[in-house]
């Protein structure tokens, strides 16, 4: 069952529901019915999650936040990053160094290592006043030493949330992650696609479907043209305004869609002889960084690319230059440059169209998703005149061309994707109100016959699923070695680890748990200044087994009752009971010391003189069965004398007769039996 509600606090302090055990709420702090500031925040049987931490880019400083007031960030367990840019990490630093986040922050070696250039860049060019600042480069700094690496299809678990990442498709390092906790699976995409290019892995399909899946929507029901005819479009856009002596820029991000158009473009130059002399220029401060990086996860790529890396760097281009900076470029002739950001908000890619925007000899390829409130948003649909940086306004003649490369699933791959997945609840974020509506009504279209829950919430709007959690107790180890018989009792260790259940021998503890067993060996001593001979004689009465030890065994007098216990003659006032604890021998232990209390209480003090001051055997008889009566008595409290001799014990309904002389038991309850 899901439903949605009205925006809300999720701080924990104001939970109070019925059912909230079984109850697990979703909730976009960004992203919702937005393309922007992913984050989404996710709770289930107290447990926390926050998915991505990003900012919005049409907005500054706190604005573009995601909404972080709607929770108590001391209160998540996990944050899970899926990749590195700037919609999906870049509140990462302001959230791990400015609220009470005290969790844990995974994501993969390839994140990590983008994530500290790309926010580096970000700090320098973000053109706001430092009270809009929203972190500093020791912020960055400082949150790389709390952020940990997972590797894909690695499982990690967190105070009882297990969560394991596919490879997304997207940009290097991408990861789709999936969630289980108490048995229920939530997979959270983040941005993917199923198509593979020039050096990505397509997106992997999990092996199992989960309760949830939280998906993208960013491109609705839209359809990529093939990438071939993609391509072609992008080069013979460039092509075209070169040979007309336009200059051509192409507004990206610095790491993802930027290495593949660079591969595009490199190898298009190598076969077109005639653009050897018009350069290309990837302006980004982070370029020969990008670049290491980038040849560092070779491996993470495709076939393609290792097999290439093999004879030759494919990043290593021939016909591509690094531009630092606007005073670096000696903009004389036709050229192509490829600037950052992607948004055309400020930065080199800002500086350049504002050189270039009044030639209508130049064109703006712009080569991927352009998020509302940007620039690059504002000139696809071509107005006359564009505002400045400075505030007054210039014609806007050059060519725009939009060409999506941005590697996000189309409709036709995100309706293949569910229904290989068939999750019977989907929650669709990620995409502006129309794009996502469309598709919300064509998947509930698709799935009409699948009873499947499609939700779109808006930011802060609660999404509320409920689950009937079942607790499944499994036994491993020894115990699993042989399948029990119908109605067979299968005893071992029940360990409680999160939302798991394991029976499982004592001797297995130490193997499948991080506990281990241990003897605990007791000592009591008992005043005790009758006779030794009579306390076993007593214990006789009890127990089928006393037996005397040797005294070079025990050093000194002993017996060992019901081979569990050893009593032991210390001194004329004193004995001493030694046994190791497990239930059995501690109720045995019980008995024992009861019996002791009683003899010394009810039978006079007994000095051994000589052979002639020993009582006869009868009337000890008859003082031990007084003993014996009054000790059942303390332990049982209903006892009488019954026929024959027997002594009658009544506990809660159940009766049993004990015969004095043999010691024998008669009782329908088994229990009352043994005891």
């Not at 894909?152 to 949330?161: A, M, P, Y």
Request: hydrophobic content about 40%; proline content about 4%.
């Amino acid at each position: 069952m899901a439903s949605t509600g009205p925006p809300q606090s999720l701080k924990r302090s104001d939970t109070s529901l019925t059912r909230e055990g079984d109850q697990l709420i979703i909730t976009p702090l960004g992203a919702g019915n937005e393309v922007g500031r992913s984050c989404v925040y996710m709770s289930y049987k107290g447990k926390t999650i926050l998915f991505d931490c990003g900012i919005h880019p049409a907005y500054l400083g706190m604005a573009a936040l995601p909404y972080f007031d709607e929770i108590d960030p001391s209160t998540i367990d996990v944050l899970l990053v899926t990749h590195f840019h700037l919609d999906h990490a870049t509140s990462l630093p302001y959230f791990l160094e400015k609220t009470t986040f005290k969790g844990r922050v995974f994501m993969t070696h390839a994140t990590k290592a983008i994530y500290k250039l790309l926010l580096s860049d970000f700090v320098k060019v973000s053109k706001v006043s430092v009270e809009d600042m929203l972190y500093d480069e020791q912020d960055i700094l400082r949150s790389m030493d709390k952020i940990e690496v997972i590797d894909f299809h690695q499982t990690l678990e967190v105070n009882g949330i297990r969560f394991w990442c596919y490879t997304a498709g997207h940009v290097l390092g991408a990861a789709r992650f999936m969630v289980d906790i108490a048995g229920v699976r939530v997979l959270y995409t983040g941005d993917y696609s199923r198509e593979e290019d020039r050096h990505l892995r397509a997106a992997e399909i999990p092996q199992f479907s989960p309760d949830i899946c939280i998906i993208e929507s960013t491109y609705g029901v839209q359809l990529h043209q093939p990438r071939n005819v993609r391509e072609k479009r992008f080069t013979d856009v460039i092509h075209s305004t070169i040979s007309q002596g336009g200059r051509v820029l192409i507004p990206a991000f610095a790491l993802g869609r930027a290495q593949e158009l660079l591969l595009i473009l490199d190898e298009y130059w190598s076969n077109h002889l005639e653009l050897h002399n018009i350069p290309i220029y990837y302006a980004s401060p982070l370029a020969k960084r990008c670049m290491a990086v980038y040849q560092t996860y070779i491996n993470s790529m495709n076939e393609r690319i290792r097999n290439q890396f093999a004879n030759s760097n494919p990043f290593d281009f021939k016909h591509i230059s690094p531009l630092k900076s606007i005073e670096n470029f000696n903009d004389v002739g036709p050229s192509v440059v490829m600037a950052s950001p992607s948004g055309l908000q400020s930065g080199l890619s800002r500086q350049l169209f504002e050189m270039w925007c009044s030639d209508k000899k130049n064109a703006c390829v712009i080569p991927g998703y352009v998020v509302e409130g940007t620039l690059a948003k504002t000139i696809i649909n071509e107005p006359k005149e564009v505002t400045l940086m400075n505030g007054l306004t210039a014609p806007l003649n050059m060519q725009v061309h939009y060409i999506s490369f941005l590697a996000h699933a189309d409709f036709a791959q995100t309706s293949t994707f569910l229904k290989e997945l068939m999750p019977p609840n989907i929650v669709l974020v990620h995409g502006e109100a129309n794009e996502m509506g469309r598709l919300k009504q064509k998947l509930i279209t698709q799935f009409v016959d699948r009873n499947t829950k499609i939700i779109s919430p808006k930011n802060c709007q609660l999404v509320e699923m409920y689950f009937n959690s079942k607790k499944m107790e499994k036994t491993i180890g020894r115990l699993a070695e042989k399948t029990p018989e119908v109605g067979e009792t299968v005893s071992g260790l029940l360990v409680k680890k999160a939302f798991t259940y394991q029976i499982m021998a004592p001797d297995d503890l130490h193997v499948f748990s991080q506990l281990s067993t241990a003897n605990i060996s007791q000592r009591i001593t008992i005043a005790y200044s009758g006779a030794f001979g009579v306390l076993k004689h007593g214990l006789k009465q009890m127990f089928e087994s006393v037996e005397s030890l040797p005294d070079e065994e025990s050093e000194g007098p002993a017996f060992r009752v019901h081979e569990r216990l050893t009593v032991k003659y210390e001194s004329e006032k004193h004995i001493s009971l030694h046994w190791r604890s497990d239930p059995i021998s501690d109720m045995v232990s019980n008995s024992v010391v009861a019996l002791v209390l009683n003899i010394s209480r009810e039978i006079p003090k007994v000095v051994v003189e000589s052979e002639e001051a020993t009582k006869t055997e009868e009337e000890n008889n008859k003082k031990t069965e007084k003993v014996i009566h009054a000790l059942l008595v303390s332990l049982f409290g209903d006892v009488k004398f019954g026929e024959n001799g027997k002594l009658v014990i009544s506990v809660d309904g159940n009766v049993a007769h004990l015969d004095k002389q043999s010691g024998n038991v008669e009782s329908e309850n088994e229990g009352l039996k043994e005891r």
